[in-house]
């Protein structure tokens, strides 16, 4: 090989290295969903999330951290609340307990809840749904809407997978078959897509898109059902029966909520 081709080759791989190292790395996502009887149960997670929770994990880097609440026609509607928490790794998700502990201003801001007795518990149990970013996805979005709160319709959905080898294939279909591009073109504000890691319900995925109002919502799943790219998409052959349930939950964002 002579000089000017092997430099040629050096640059290359170089310029192809520092293309791999520049990609986005997968964030990791944690659902936290707390579920109570009471209002009184409710204004103590409010407070807590609100005064202590959100502004530790700022302190602590964690910048953008999603509060929703079912919305009023949900039969789980003033009885759960959902957190949505994004971690950089899975080392700094491990490390984070440790960080409140240490946060003397958590302890004191939080205390209601932190300090609340076994015999008048501010919930009366908290869910933990652990997940990894989709690669076609690898980062947490803030959905662009300008529009109140209280009138913004966010989408969580859940597809569980008959087998983990099936769950690859949907999880695939979204990546390599493009779907998450889809969603994007047709402007479904997707907040994330992720592969669930842990959780009660597996094998599974999830991911959350946003919009204005239910009319949107309706509207943009509208076209999605009928746009030409879908119709060649559901019916490839590797994709086929790829989910065996979908369970679809619609949120509002709170006030606090950073998302």
């Known amino acids: 090989m002579n000089t000017t081709k092997a430099l040629f080759l050096l640059l290359f791989c170089g310029m192809s290295f520092a293309a791999l190292s520049a990609a986005p790395k997968r964030e990791y996502y944690e659902i936290r969903i707390y579920s109570f009887k009471e209002k009184a ?32 026609t949900d039969t789980t509607f003033g ?28 302890a004191s801001t939080g ?17 933990t749904i652990l997940l990894q970013a989709f690669t076609g996805h690898p980062q947490l979005e803030v959905p662009k809407l300008t529009n109140p709160v209280n009138e913004r319709v966010y989408e969580l959905r859940s597809y569980e997978g008959h087998t983990e080898k099936i769950f690859k294939n949907k999880v695939k279909m979204f990546n390599d078959g493009d779907e998450v591009g889809l969603f994007k073109r047709l402007g479904f504000n997707a907040v994330f897509y992720a592969e669930v890691i842990a959780g009660s319900r597996m094998p599974n995925l999830m991911y959350m898109t946003t919009f204005e109002n239910q009319a949107s919502r309706d509207a943009h799943w509208k076209a999605f059902s009928s746009d030409p790219q879908w119709e060649k998409l559901k019916v490839m052959p590797e994709y086929q029966n ?12 709170t006030g606090y909520s950073d998302l």
């Open 111 to 127: 205390t209601a809840y932190l300090d609340a007795p076994y015999d008048n518990p501010p919930y009366t149990r908290m869910q």
């Open 242 to 253: 790829n989910v065996s349930k979908n369970v679809q939950t619609f949120l509002r964002p």
């Open 79 to 106: 009885k759960r609340i959902y957190v949505l928490i994004p971690y950089a790794s899975l080392d700094q998700y491990s490390k984070l307990p440790d960080l409140l502990q240490k946060d003397k201003v958590f």
């Open 41 to 72: 149960q409710e204004e103590v997670i409010d407070k807590f999330l609100k005064d202590a929770f959100l502004p530790a994990l700022h302190r602590a880097g964690i910048a953008k951290v999603g509060v929703f609440k079912p919305v009023e």
